[in-house]
């Protein structure tokens, strides 16, 4: 059996896909998966071994410049490779429009979640076969249900496994024992205090470890930079790729990360991550898998609030309590790096580090 899968972004959400790919090789053997997913991300579904061929898309490249797109044929290519594959099903597990509409160009039938499931409940007229999935549950289980319904098979009891080999990740000689900050994320509001950073830092260097730090832009390499400053074992590490990332992920004894697509990517590795929440709520899209803590700054004036800009108005008990200009936003006051680092060590894997 040979099915498109079409799930494009974003990192995070490519990333809870692949439990539901684990379920349905166990379930039906021999299925295999096409995969169109967004170029930035083509990487990730090859790891996977139900994955047969990926189909890159560029819809967040083609927008910006439609004429372009028409004019030197990459739309064109992508409808053919879709039409020129024989596929027994589609399954849209994105569920919005614009992942519907590219179901268009192929001979089979499409499945997808039902207009009460959708993100975009307009998606679902698009589809042949269209499944109830509940909402209000991590979205690794909603994905693992639909699969199940769309391919019919029971969905497996426990917890979904990603189905990546991480022994072929792991790199000879890394030498010292390491965590890793992920501390690059998108909303200004998700980021915890680089303050925060700095001090937990020199309290995992004082427990005998060292700390690497990743960074995918100029504001994220600075950062890092400040962070390390004058550390001995603070090591900036220099751009990496995903499948870089993921091999030092691999190596490393544990990880903080704050709401970011690398998170669920340390998760997938099954790398024991803290992950820190203060706008969102990591119970519907949190880190999901073994040896995964999250820490919730839950601020009771305001967090979890979801939102990309910060509104909450200091006190002038809050501006007594804590310096607002370097600990900010509040929520995250709440994980402040004593209690940031007492969990981690826990949560790392027991003497192997001195």
Not at 54 to 78: C, E
Not at 181 to 200: A, D, I, S
């Amino acid at each position: 059996m040979r099915v498109l899968l079409i799930k494009t972004s974003s990192l995070g959400d490519v990333i809870h896909t692949l439990p539901a790919l684990t379920d349905a090789m166990r379930a039906l053997p021999g299925i295999q998966f096409d995969w169109v997913v967004e170029e930035g991300f083509a990487e990730i579904p090859t790891w996977h071994p139900a994955v047969a061929g990926v189909i890159p898309v560029a819809i967040r490249r083609w927008r910006k410049n439609l004429w372009q797109t028409f004019k030197n044929g990459q739309w064109r290519q992508f409808k053919q490779r879709l039409r020129d594959t024989r596929y027994d099903l589609v399954i849209d597990a994105q569920g919005l429009l614009k992942s519907a509409w590219l179901t268009r160009y192929v001979k089979a039938p499409i499945a997808g979640l039902d207009k009460h499931s959708a993100r975009e409940p307009l998606a679902a007229r698009l589809y042949d076969r269209a499944y109830p999935v509940a909402r209000g549950q991590h979205a690794v289980e909603r994905l693992r249900q639909l699969f199940a319904q769309a391919l019919g098979y029971e969905v497996p009891a426990g917890l979904g496994d990603y189905g990546l080999d991480r022994s072929r990740l792991l790199q000879a000689g890394t030498g010292a024992p390491f965590v890793l900050f992920l501390h690059g994320t998108t909303w200004v509001t998700k980021h915890w205090p680089e303050l925060y950073w700095r001090q937990l830092a020199e309290r995992m260097i004082d427990q005998g470890l060292e700390v690497h730090l990743p960074w995918g832009n100029p504001a994220e390499k600075a950062r890092a930079e400040r962070i390390a400053s004058g550390l001995d074992k603070a090591v900036v590490l220099p751009k990496l790729n995903l499948a870089g990332v993921a091999k030092v992920l691999a190596s490393a004894q544990g990880c903080v990360a704050v709401d970011t697509g690398l998170g669920h990517l340390a998760a997938a590795l099954d790398v024991p991550t803290l992950s820190l929440f203060g706008p969102t709520n990591p119970g519907l899209t949190g880190a999901y898998g073994k040896s995964q803590v999250h820490l919730a700054g839950d601020y009771p004036a305001c967090a979890p609030c979801l939102q990309k800009k910060c509104t909450y108005q200091p006190t002038a008990q809050d501006k007594r309590r804590v310096d607002t200009e370097r600990e900010w936003p509040m929520c995250f006051t709440r994980l402040n790096p004593e209690r940031v680092a007492s969990q981690l060590s826990a949560l790392l894997p027991a003497k192997e580090h001195p």
